[in-house]
T-cell receptor
Framework: GNSVTQMEGPVTLSEEAFLTINCTYT??????LFWYVQYPGEGLQLLLK?????DKGSNKGFEATYRKETTSFHLEKGSVQVSDSAVYFC????????????FGAGTRLFVKA | GAVVSQHPSRVICKSGTSVKIECRSL??????MFWYRQFPKQSLMLMAT?????????EQGVEKDKFLINHASLTLSTLTVTSAHPEDSSFYIC????????????FGQGTRLTVV
């Protein structure tokens, strides 16, 4: 079945450090890929998405590129801020999976001032 | 953009009572909605797929008699937790897909249920 694997956290960084959160997926068909962010006590916010190979999603300084050859969708940000502290979920929707959203386990990010 | 409204955002109920959670697509029609559950510090797990006008499809291990799902219109799905117990305390989130556009889900704000 379809699945998403992302690096375990927590990830602790100093402000202005470079962030990478790895995400790989397994899916049949042509999935769409997403990154969501969840702040403490809140719901999910869509951070960025990519719907086909080589697409790059970007938002608020975050980027991720849909790599079909490596089945990856790694999240990056060049300079993190304290306000980026949250849990990040990689996810996919596949036409072969009933269009349900499959989530990774989530990666908690702590950014220190 | 597409907005999904979930109500209530927080609810506390006594053991043995039932709680209804609503999920509404405010500016689009949704033939399919999904219900997820999230335990503290864990990921979101799909509970069931709700299709307008038909019975919900439950994931393995989810009790359909305990978690009643109704999708009576193209803009509303409800989840009723029946005879709630403390172990049902969790964060419940719904999502909806635009009719004819299944490649992106729009999520509600979530409902934090506490059963005392």
């Amino acid at each position: 079945g379809n699945s998403v694997t992302q690096m375990e956290g927590p990830v602790t960084l100093s402000e202005e450090a470079f962030l990478t959160i790895n995400c790989t997926y397994t899916a049949t068909g042509y999935p769409s890929l997403f990154w969501y962010v969840q702040y403490p006590g809140e719901g999910l916010q869509l951070l960025l998405k990519a719907t086909k190979a080589d697409d790059k999603g970007s938002n608020k300084g975050f980027e991720a590129t849909y790599r079909k050859e490596t089945t990856s969708f790694h999240l990056e940000k060049g300079s993190v801020q304290v306000s980026d502290s949250a849990v990040y979920f990689c996810a996919l929707i596949s036409n072969t999976g009933g269009f349900k959203t499959i989530f990774g386990a989530g990666t908690r990010l702590f950014v220190k001032a | 953009g597409a907005v999904v409204s979930q109500h209530p955002s927080r609810v506390i109920c006594k053991s043995g009572t039932s709680v209804k959670i609503e999920c509404r697509s405010l500016d689009f029609q949704a033939t399919t909605m999904f219900w997820y559950r999230q335990f503290p510090k864990q990921s979101l797990m799909l509970m069931a797929t709700s299709n307008e006008g038909s019975k919900a499809t439950y994931e393995q291990g989810v009790e359909k008699d305990k978690f009643l799902i109704n999708h009576a219109s193209l803009t509303l799905s409800t989840l009723t937790v029946t005879s709630a117990h403390p172990e049902d305390s969790s964060f419940y989130i719904c999502s909806a897909h635009r009719q004819g556009m299944n490649t992106e889900a729009f999520f509600g704000q979530g409902t934090r249920l506490t059963v005392v």
